[in-house]
């Protein structure tokens, strides 16, 4: 039996769940193993896989577990099986099984619901890289390089935690499963990816940093709420994810953070104070305030249309039959069952907003959704402290629930980022006030050259204020070892 707290690393598959002694999900994974490598190779980082990098391996799976650092070649990251340990007695934390003991195994009357969430949870992960693919070529540093590739081996390795559970508890489909998770590619036209955020570009940095910021979030509160499913497995699983997840946001929070200060910097030593003299504020090589604020736009909204439908009976059997909770399900103070419970939720009716209430069991992604935008406002909060810092006159600010949506009941009803309805035509004509435009694009690409020197960082963007791992400066955060 293994040690449920430290990962054994003596199989090909580093685990925490005895894969050793577990032949067939072993054999199975084994099996589905090179045509992993195969799509991390083809759609994984394009370049650097010579490259040794500075990364973490968890060693343990309690907090303490992320100590080991060490240079590796991205392929031969070790990628595992890591479940969060059990807990002792743990029951349904809500719907009709409340209190009853957390399933070992899958119930079979939900089999194919419960399959449904693995499935589009593990889509995302690779997604998320082969966005990435291409960023590497204009890191803004080694430092930055480093935390691209720790995020993306980190998401690999979310894809095998979810392949983990199809090929343990879901048998045939399961392993069919696993292999349309490697078929199914982001932006591709004939086999996309699952949500829609997932098959959109991430073309530079800034994009980058907006992503793991807002859409990494999204990954935290879905994971979040598949940490409270009565399937203990997949609680399990999750609640390990999320150790990681917090460094995809911190990645994302400072990565926009240094780009702000910057701009800031560059502003004050220019004598500029309106953040609106854009020519000018571009021409000193740094991003001007009012772009960052329509990436923003663009990756809030994107991500908000991935919590689904507001209302949705696919969401309210989910928590009715234990298999997703709600954010923090064991802390509410409520019955756990919403049985005659009400919610809260925005309507778009003949061109007017109305707020109304509606069964709490069917506003369950709206109700996660809204846990999501309190949560993202606190890194939009500290941005905006940097600009009281600089003495520049600016704020960023969430846009309405309505604006730019595609999925839900403002899919695509013309309303302005302070919620204002407005006609299709202004909408049109506004849109790129709103929206990073070509022109912005080529703009942030025109500054997205690579800095592979130690310690220095491209002319947009701030250094870090602490290294990873407390390290110095100018350490090489990765060797590169071109080809
Ligand atoms: N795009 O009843 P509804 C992460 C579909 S991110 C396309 O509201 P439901 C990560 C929906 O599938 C976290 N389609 O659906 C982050 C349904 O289709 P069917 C990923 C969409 O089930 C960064 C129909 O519309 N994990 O981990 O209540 C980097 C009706 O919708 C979209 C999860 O999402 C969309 N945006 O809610 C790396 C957790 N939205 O079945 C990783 C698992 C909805 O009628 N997923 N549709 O054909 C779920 O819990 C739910 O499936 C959803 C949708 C919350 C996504
Ligand atoms: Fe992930
Ligand atoms: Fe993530």
Redesign the pocket.
């Known amino acids: 039996m293994a040690d449920l707290m430290n990962v054994s690393y003596d199989t090909l598959i580093p685990n925490n769940v005895g894969l050793s002694s577990d032949r067939k999900v072993l054999k199975a994974l084994e099996k589905w193993h090179p045509g992993y490598l195969d799509w991390w190779q083809g759609q994984g980082p394009d370049g650097f896989q010579e490259s040794l990098v500075y990364l973490r391996t968890a060693v343990s799976v309690d907090p303490k577990g992320w100590a080991k650092f060490d240079y590796v070649k991205m392929p031969q990251y070790r990628w595992g099986v890591l479940l969060a340990p059990q807990v002792e007695g743990r029951t349904i934390p809500c719907g009709e099984h409340l209190g009853e003991p957390a399933w070992q195994e899958v119930p079979g009357e939900y089999r194919s619901m419960l399959r449904?969430?693995v499935v589009?949870?593990g889509?995302?992960?690779p997604?998320?890289v082969e966005q990435q693919r291409f960023l590497g070529a204009t890191a803004p540093s080694l430092y930055d390089l480093r935390n691209l590739f720790q995020v993306n081996v980190e998401?690999a390795r979310?894809l095998w935690a979810m392949v983990y559970i199809l090929q343990k508890y879901f048998g045939k489909d399961g392993r069919e499963e696993s292999a349309e998770l490697l078929q199914r590619q982001s932006g591709s036209t004939e086999k996309p990816r699952?949500?829609?955020?997932?098959n959109e570009a991430t073309p530079d940095w800034l994009s980058f940093f907006m992503?793991?910021y807002f859409?990494?979030r999204?990954?935290k509160?879905?994971?979040e709420?598949?940490a409270q499913s009565g399937f203990d497995p997949l609680s399990r699983t999750c609640r390990f994810m999320l150790t990681e997840e917090a460094h995809?946001m911190f990645v994302g929070e400072t990565g926009v953070g240094r780009t702000i200060q910057r701009t800031c910097e560059a502003m004050n030593e220019a004598g500029i104070s309106d953040p609106y003299d854009i020519d000018k504020i571009r021409a000193l090589g740094v991003i001007d305030l009012p772009t960052i604020q329509k990436k923003l736009n663009l990756h809030y909204t994107l991500s908000l249309?991935?919590?689904?439908?507001?209302v949705?009976?696919?969401?309210a059997n989910?928590f009715n039959s234990g298999i997703?909770g709600r954010y923090q399900e064991v802390k509410i103070d409520d019955d756990h069952r919403l049985k005659d419970a009400t919610y809260p939720v925005s309507e778009y009716v003949d061109g007017e907003i109305l707020l109304r209430d509606v069964p709490a069991l069917t506003a369950?992604?709206m109700r996660?959704r809204d846990d999501y935008t309190k949560d993202a406002a606190g890194g939009v909060k500290r941005w905006n402290a940097l600009f009281r810092k600089y003495n520049i006159e600016f704020e960023l600010i969430l846009p309405h629930e309505g604006f730019h949506r595609?999925?839900?009941v403002f899919a695509g009803a013309p309303i302005a980022p302070d919620g204002t309805i407005i006609s299709d035509q202004a909408w049109q004509k506004q849109s790129e006030q709103w929206l990073p435009t070509k022109a912005d694009g080529d703009f942030i690409q025109s500054l997205m050259k690579p800095e592979w020197e130690s310690g220095r960082y491209a002319g947009w963007i701030a250094p870090p204020r602490v290294g990873i791992d407390n390290k110095p400066g100018d350490f090489e955060y990765v060797q590169l070892h071109m080809a």
């Open positions: 449904r969430l589009i949870q889509d995302t992960e997604a998320s998401e979310h699952m949500l829609g955020a997932f992503f793991t859409t990494d999204d990954g509160m879905q994971l709420a598949l995809h249309d991935l919590f689904g439908a507001e949705s009976t696919n969401a989910a997703k369950i992604n996660l595609q999925i839900g």
